[in-house]
Nanobody
Framework: QVQVVESGGGLVQPGGSLRLSCKTSRFILSTFSIAAMSWYRQVPGKERELVARISNGGRSTNYADSVKGRFTISRDVSKRTVYVQMNSLKPDDTAVYYC???????????WGQGTQVTVSS
């Protein structure tokens, strides 16, 4: 049973933009607002790295230094969905992007299957 689903990946030219979406199932999060949501990315041979995080209250966000000023994380509680708007994309942003949800009550953690982002001319 799929519980966290990413979408929006693809091929884009350097300098372009993409918006990734991550929808969560009510099965895993009875109340979306209690979830801290994050985007991670991973390239072959390297560890998965945190890209952006939004707190369970939605009031605070954190970004990796490499994406600050270019990426923006946001969420729509009514749609149980978190987004990351990625602008001014660079070839170094090429990776599989994963969505992570942490239930801040139970501390259960959930991962999506990943979506490929390729930045290339």
């Amino acid at each position: 049973q799929v519980q966290v689903v990413e979408s929006g990946g693809g091929l884009v030219q350097p300098g372009g933009s993409l918006r990734l979406s991550c929808k969560t199932s009510r099965f895993i999060l009875s109340t979306f607002s209690i979830a801290a949501m994050s985007w991670y990315r991973q390239v072959p041979g390297k560890e998965r790295e945190l890209v952006a995080r939004i707190s369970n209250g939605g009031r605070s966000t954190n970004y990796a230094d490499s994406v600050k000023g270019r990426f923006t994380i946001s969420r729509d509680v009514s749609k149980r969905t978190v987004y990351v708007q990625m602008n001014s994309l660079k070839p170094d942003d090429t990776a599989v992007y994963y969505c992570n949800a942490v239930d801040m009550i139970t501390l259960n953690e959930y991962w999506g299957q990943g979506t490929q982002v390729t930045v290339s001319s």
